[in-house]
């Protein structure tokens, strides 16, 4: 991104003439708006996915009619759907704050996509403390979440709102634990110079590192983002047999929209994230086979979107956990055992 | 003015107008997301002052942890959210009094610290996290630990108060 902006006020372009602080400005907002494009295409895609993927696990076809091939139009008309609905908003809901909800969790949602690296020059802030910023700002689709379900002012609403902090807040104790592995590992927080090591094959990956260590940070790690993004078996905060929809139970329209983007986004986000921690993020795993530009872009996303695969597997396979098996699992299993893969890097690396 | 001043007043005002939010507001609910606008006002003002470590920081505790706790409390404790706080002034002269005081206090300390200043001109941006880290665990490795010891006895008191009942 700074690299870019140089050159284009060095070049011979009309662009030079402007000072860097306009250039700034214009290519910050510019970035903004292809990451949202780019969150809300990859939203539609993974809907898409979702639905191909549980139809074919349950022996079914899933939508196949709409835009001709493999009804590959349907969440682009779904999305549509959506934006012409009704948007209903409760007599007694706490209409500044039920507004504001779903704009803070898809905000929130979207600042984290401004640091993943999508390829050794395609990321638009390569922050030193990148993976940070990425826990810090995801903490926030939280207060979205209880927002949305406390402004709905329904039974259902505020159930699924402290479930999902609960769940979310437990949760990103292990999931955090295992980032420390991997930037006790690499000694950097950037995830720039976290791909930078990995690159030159599969071999190099981290998650070989430190065997087993690294291997049970992965797994921690995929364990407590599918809780984090209140994915099935841990989809508990939207549990539709027990509580309706949970904390978007009195949403409709586009703010419903906005939520399942969000979701889909998320997802992605944390696929990004376990592919750039363990899985070489944009790197080739053949070596500097297909490593140039625009290969790595591909890489990320097939990661990314591998990831994402077996995150709906998994939810068309498993059943919902009880609220106390979750927090079993995230106090009693995940977090010990992310102790043990903490210290078990720390020992290797010291001897 | 320069670029860095108007950034500065911009979330020093969205930081104080969202606090003020947060004081003047009847509803427990909207009072938490007015501290949730100050707190950012504060992590951009750390930004601004190349303290990025601090921001994130700022962000992860406050937002991450204190509000959301503070939120889940309120939500827990029956009826307290349909509770219409009075926000009245009660009393006015003691409040001034201590308002006051306070103010001196922070303004003789703003005023008597060495700030480590660097001149416009040399400034760049260095980045913190490795340094702060380093720092913990050298000069500022005894308060460092008494400050976890403190947290573990504080978590143990915690649940030992919450689970007397049972």
Known sequence: MRELITTLANGQTFLANLPEVVLNIIFISLGAVVLTTVCAVLALVGVYMERKVSAHIQDRVGPMYVGGFHGWLQTAADALKLLLKEDIVPALADKKLHFFAPILVFGATLATFAVL????????????????????????????????????????????????????????????????????????????????????????????????????????????????????????????????????????????????????????????????????????????????????????????????????????????????????????????????AIIGVGFYMIL | ???????????????????????????????????????????????????????????????????????FGVMLTQRITSVDMRTGTLQLVPAILAVAGIFVILFRVIRTTSWNIVPEAEAQFIPTAEKIGYLLMTDFLIPFEIVSVLLLAALIGAAFIARKGT
Request: cysteine-free; hydrophobic content about 60%.
């Open chain 1, 117 to 340: 690296p999508f390829g050794r020059h395609y990321v638009m802030s390569d922050m030193n403390i990148g993976i940070l910023y990425i826990l810090a700002i995801s903490s926030l689709v939280v207060i979205g979440t209880i927002l949305a379900g406390w402004a709905s002012n329904n039974k259902w609403s505020l159930l699924g709102a402290m479930r999902s902090a609960a769940q979310v807040v437990s949760f990103e104790i292990p999931a955090s634990l295992a980032i420390l592995v991997i930037i006790m590992a690499v000694g950097s927080m950037n995830l720039g110079e976290i791909v930078n090591v990995q690159v030159g094959g599969i071999h190099k990956w981290l998650i070989w590192k430190f065997f087993p260590f690294n291997l049970l940070a992965f797994i921690i790690y995929f364990i407590a983002t599918l809780a984090e993004t209140n994915r099935a078996p841990f989809d508990l905060p939207e549990a539709e047999s027990e509580i309706v929809a949970g904390f978007h139970t009195e949403y409709s329209g586009f703010k419903w929209a906005a939520f399942f983007l969000a979701e889909y986004a998320n997802m992605f986000m944390v696929g990004v994230v376990g592919a750039t921690l363990f899985l070489g993020g944009w790197s080739s795993p053949f070596g500097d086979f297909m490593n140039s530009g625009p290969f790595q872009i591909f890489w990320i996303f097939a990661k990314a979107f591998g990831l994402i695969f077996v995150q709906i597997w998994i939810r068309w396979t498993l059943p919902r956990v009880r609220v106390d098996q979750l927090m079993y699992t995230s106090w009693k299993v995940l977090t010990p055992f992310a102790f043990v």
């Open chain 2, 1 to 71: 003015m320069s670029l860095f001043d108007v950034i500065f007043y911009l979330f020093a005002a969205f930081t104080l107008a969202s606090a003020a939010l947060m004081v003047v507001s009847k509803n427990i609910v909207h009072s938490a997301v007015g501290l949730l606008f100050s707190f950012f006002g504060v992590a951009g003002i750390y930004v601004l002052l190349a303290a990025d470590f601090l921001a994130v920081v700022q962000v992860l505790v406050y937002v991450g942890g204190i509000l959301i706790l503070l939120l």
